[in-house]
C-alpha cells in the first residue's frame, strides 16, 4: 500500500511538471512570436520613418530650389522687360516705343504663362496624359537643343488614369527629362508611352532613354541634385502604385522605366466611388 501511495504521488508530481513544462513552452512560444512580430514592426517602422524623413528632405529641397528658380527667372526676365517698359513708357516720345513696349510686355506674359505652366499644367484636368508629354518634350526641346523622339503608338489607353496618376506621372517624365538636360551630356532622349504587349501585366508602360554619359545608381556619391531627382521619382511612383526602374553604367546612357498596373487603379477608383 505504501509503495501505490508513493508511485501515485510519484505520478501526480510528474504530472504536474509535465503540465506545467507544456503551459511554460507554450506561453514562451506565443512571447517569442510576439516578439518576433513586434521586432518586424519595429525595422519596418524605422525604415518608414527614415523613408519619410528622405522624402521630407527631397520634399524641402526641392521646394526651396524650385523658388529659387522661379526667383531667377523672374528677375532675369519678367522683371528686366517690365522694368525696360517703364523705362520707355516714361520717355517723352514714349508714343514712338508703342511696338516696342507691346512687344516686350507680349513676351513677359508668355514667360508668366510657361511659368504658370511648369507649376500646374492646366490640360492635367482633361486627362490626356500623352498630350501633356507631347508639349513637355516640345518645351524641353526648345529649351535644350536636344533632339526628343517620343513614341505614342495607335490605340493606347490612358483612360484609367485619374487625375492623380496624371500628375505624378507628369511630374515623374519632367524630372527626368530636368536630369537628362542638367547631367546627361546627351545628344538624343528617346520616350516610348504604350500598354502591355504578349503576355505583360495590363496598364501603362512608359520608357524614357538617352544617350549621355550614364552614371552608377548603386552609388550615394553622384551629384546631390540628381539624388533628390531620383528619390522625387521614386516616392511619386511609390504613392500612385508604379513601379519604378532605373538602368544606368557609365558611359553606356541612362534608362528610365516607369509601369502602372491598370487593376491596381481601377480598384482605387472604385473604392473611392463606394466611400463618396
Known sequence: MIMESEISELEAIIHNYTTFFLVFDCIFFVMLFLGVI???RFIKSKRNLHDSNEYLRYTIHGQEAERARIAR???D???QDLRYCKNL???KNAIENLSQITELLGKSLSEVRMMSYNLAPPQITKKDFSALVVNLCSEFAEKSGLDFRLSVPDGTDCSFLDEDDIL???RIVQEALTNIIKHAAASEVVILIRNQT???EKGLYIF?????QGFDPQKKSFDDSKHFGLTGMKKRSQLIGAK???NSAKGEGTQISIFLPEKKTTIHREVKGVSS
Do not use: C, R, W
Not at 208 to 212: A, H, L, N, V, Y
Open 38 to 40: 513586434f521586432a518586424i
Open 198 to 200: 504578349g503576355e505583360e
Open 89 to 91: 513708357l516714361e520717355k
Open 168 to 170: 505624378n506621372l507628369y
Open 77 to 79: 526676365t519678367v522683371a
Open 208 to 212: 524614357i532613354s538617352d544617350d549621355g
Open 73 to 75: 527667372e523672374l528677375h
Open 244 to 246: 519604378f526602374l532605373v
